[in-house]
Structures are given as structure tokens and as C-alpha cells.
């Protein structure tokens, strides 16, 4: 099983970024699918999640900002992020699950001036 999250990277306030977590070894359309981050020196928190039959959730701290979607065909999640604001800095992470929960590497996203 592999989930490789990218599209992080150094963006300024209100800018944008779109992580993608491509998946393999793993019946996606049957997983529900989620983001993740982790701050410095704060736990992991969920950020946005999607089911396998497409229902989205997401933090109140993100809500009317990002936006997770899915491609079955790519096996591949997403999220977009707008108006990012320097609180949104962390690693991201994505997970899978169905019977288990297989996690990503994660990518960095900074947002700073």
C-alpha cells in the first residue's frame, strides 16, 4: 500500500496550494478518504474528510476555505486550499480507510510573507 501526498511547498498569505495523494494497493473507491496536519509541537488534527460514496466534512477552521475531492478513475484525493493563513502551516497528511487505516508520508505546506 502507498499514498504519496505532494503539492506542498511555501506560499504567502491568502495564497493557494492543491495537494494531491495518489493511492495504490488499495480498493480506493471503496475507502473513505482524509486529511490530515500536524503543527509544530500541536497533535494531528483532521482537516477534511470524504467518503467513499463522496460526503465531505471538514474542520470549522477550514470550512468555506479548502475543499476535498476525489478521483476514482486516478485513485487519487485532493485538496484545495485558498486563503491560506499562516495557521494553516503543517505537515498534511493523507489517509485511507476501509478495514484499516493506511496513512502518507505527508507533505509541508508553509504559509509565510
Known amino acids: 500500500v502507498q499514498l504519496q501526498a505532494s503539492g506542498g511547498g511555501l506560499v504567502q498569505p491568502g495564497g493557494t496550494l492543491r495537494l494531491s495523494c495518489a493511492t495504490s494497493?488499495?480498493?480506493?473507491?471503496?475507502?473513505?478518504m482524509g486529511w490530515y496536519r500536524q503543527a509544530p509541537g500541536k497533535q494531528r488534527e483532521s482537516v477534511a474528510s470524504?467518503?467513499?460514496?463522496?460526503?465531505?466534512n471538514y474542520a470549522d477552521s477550514v470550512k468555506g476555505r479548502f475543499s476535498i475531492s476525489r478521483d476514482n478513475a486516478k485513485n487519487t484525493v485532493y485538496l484545495q486550499m485558498n486563503s491560506l493563513k499562516p495557521e494553516d502551516t503543517a505537515v498534511y497528511y493523507c489517509?485511507?480507510?476501509?478495514?484499516?487505516?493506511?496513512w502518507g508520508q505527508g507533505t509541508l505546506v508553509t504559509v509565510s510573507s
Open positions: 494497493g488499495i480498493i480506493f473507491n471503496r475507502n473513505d
Open positions: 489517509a485511507a480507510t476501509w478495514s484499516s487505516t493506511f
Open positions: 470524504i467518503s467513499s460514496g463522496g460526503s465531505t
